[in-house]
């Protein structure tokens, strides 16, 4: 399939794109699928049924707020995050819902919502099935939804479609690469840069002009998650009760600039508080841009924040900056995965350094054969990293290892412009071998806490 930068970019809600973006999207897309059929005016009960990876984290990713959220109408950009809670609780106090919107069926969410932990769909851990049932309990409508990452959802019968015909959702661009050979090969032909091509492919769905808006909002969203997770206070929900710690970093940088000057390193400091003021808004469930996922939302951002605020980039380079993060995505999105439920983090976290090492290196002025190197240093290093949330939730280790991310695409892109651009390892080859080494990833250690540290769990 063809996917424009925007859709790996996206302003929707945390924790979790694909726990709880993805899940939101799906239940809304069932319930307009009924009013499309006319059959949701017959529609009085609603069963949601959640497998694998959403039925083990899901209580701990909110799967269960964003699925009633989705079934009243709500998008993941559109709901109003601070009611949340109160709609939340209505249902549950109620044990109705307003379905689309507009009319109550009956729905605890005890029951309505079942958690088969040890089963999994066919085609992805993230799967779920909606079922619409009339008032003697006849069935209306059934349908199966795949949350595959970075808050994309596939219904069965486009994953069933992609399977057997992968070109039929091709779109012609300019510059149609799907890997990081083409984009070296693109690039010696035509003497542009992969954001330069890339604004050009973007061209099939909008005007340079819209896309170039639609990318500085991203960028403004991402500020105001940093400014909000700067000097938001207090202990982030669930029960390991994990105290915010990017406002105490940011007021110890803020307060003592003298003492910071002499510390050539204060920098790191700085880039590890913008990665985790984003990752601590993202795990207190508020607005944050997916980035390619929510629970490595933080890394991107972080590295962008750098650029402008060290390097003192303009709009313009902020523009090349995620156009290129953007490009990079994309492949890995068509060619391995981003979800951390089928790859493990090295999917979220590693994707995202991998982004950003790259955008860093062609805002700093590197040629396409730099660009590529970075994206291959900044995943190489990350290659088998696991996605153990501790209790379920994307907080231990999600928030520190954002800030450990975008520190290694710093460093990334650095090794990758002290260089001519070659090197031994492809990005193409590093991606493959990043999607087999999450075949071989035991489950447990793929977003399931079944694994890692989150067996070892320490109340903090």
């Known amino acids: 399939m063809t996917l424009s930068v925007l859709d790996l970019f996206t302003i929707g809600i945390g924790p979790s794109s694909s726990h709880t973006v993805g899940p939101m999207r799906a239940a809304r897309r069932f319930v307009l699928d009924l009013h499309a059929a006319g059959t949701l005016r017959?529609?009085?009960?609603?069963?949601?049924?959640?497998?694998?990876?959403?039925?083990?984290?899901?209580?701990?990713?909110?799967?269960?707020?964003?699925?009633?959220?989705?079934?009243?109408?709500?998008?993941?950009?559109?709901?109003?995050?601070?009611?949340?809670?109160?709609?939340?609780?209505r249902i549950n106090q109620t044990r109705q819902l307003q379905l689309a919107g507009e009319r109550a069926i009956e729905f605890d969410p005890a029951g309505a919502i079942q958690y088969h932990r040890r089963k999994v769909l066919p085609a992805h851990p993230n799967g779920m099935r909606f079922v619409a049932r009339d008032a003697h309990g006849a069935v209306l409508a059934e349908s199966i939804y795949y949350s595959v990452g970075g808050g994309f959802v596939l219904s069965a019968a486009e994953v069933a479609a992609d399977r057997l015909a992968p070109s039929v959702?091709?779109?012609?661009?300019?510059?149609?690469?799907?890997?990081?050979?083409?984009?070296?090969?693109?690039?010696?032909?035509?003497?542009?840069?992969?954001?330069?091509?890339?604004?050009?492919?973007?061209?099939?769905?909008r005007p340079e002009a819209e896309t170039r808006a639609a990318l500085l909002r991203v960028w403004l969203a991402m500020q105001d998650c940093v400014?909000?997770?700067?000097?938001?206070q207090g202990s982030l929900p669930g029960r390991l009760q994990v105290a915010r710690r990017a406002p105490r970093i940011f007021q110890e940088l803020t307060e003592?600039?003298?003492?910071?000057?002499?510390?050539?390193?204060v920098v790191l400091d700085w880039v590890s508080m913008w990665a985790m003021a984003v990752n601590e808004e993202n795990a207190a469930g508020t607005r944050v841009v997916t980035a390619p996922t929510n629970g490595a939302a933080g890394v991107v951002p972080a590295?962008?924040?750098?650029?402008?605020?060290v390097r003192a980039a303009d709009e313009d380079a902020i523009i090349r900056f995620l156009l290129t993060a953007g490009a990079i995505g994309l492949l890995y999105k068509l060619n391995a995965s981003i979800s951390g439920a089928e790859v493990g983090c090295q999917g979220e976290v590693g994707v995202a350094c991998s982004m950003a090492a790259a955008a860093l290196a062609e805002a700093l002025g590197g040629s396409v054969p730099h660009v590529e190197n970075a994206a291959?240093?900044?995943?190489?290093?990350?290659?088998?990293?696991?996605?153990?949330?501790?209790?379920?939730?994307?907080?231990?280790?999600?928030?520190?290892?954002?800030?450990?991310?975008?520190?290694?695409?710093?460093n990334a892109a650095r090794l990758a412009l002290a260089g001519d651009g070659t090197h031994r390892v492809s990005l193409d080859r590093v991606i493959a071998t990043m999607?087999?080494?999450?075949?071989?990833?035991?489950?447990?250690?793929?977003?399931?806490?079944?694994?890692?540290?989150?067996?070892?769990?320490?109340?903090?």
């Open 42 to 89: 017959d529609t009085e009960h609603v069963e949601v049924h959640l497998y694998g990876s959403l039925a083990l984290t899901g209580l701990g990713h909110g799967t269960d707020r964003a699925v009633m959220v989705g079934l009243e109408g709500d998008t993941p950009e559109e709901v109003h995050v601070e009611s949340m809670a109160t709609r939340v609780a």
């Open 169 to 205: 959702r091709e779109m012609p661009r300019p510059f149609p690469y799907r890997s990081g050979d083409d984009l070296l090969r693109l690039a010696a032909e035509s003497g542009l840069t992969i954001s330069e091509m890339t604004l050009r492919n973007e061209a099939c769905w």
């Open 227 to 232: 400014t909000r997770g700067c000097h938001a």
């Open 256 to 265: 003592r600039p003298e003492v910071n000057l002499r510390d050539p390193l």
């Open 303 to 309: 590295v962008l924040h750098y650029l402008v605020r």
């Open 376 to 410: 291959e240093i900044g995943m190489e290093h990350n290659l088998g990293l696991t996605c153990d949330p501790v209790g379920g939730l994307v907080q231990v280790p999600c928030i520190e290892r954002n800030a450990m991310g975008a520190v290694k695409a710093i």
């Open 435 to 460: 999607r087999q080494t999450g075949a071989d990833m035991s489950s447990k250690y793929k977003e399931t806490s079944r694994g890692g540290l989150a067996v070892n769990m320490v109340e903090c």
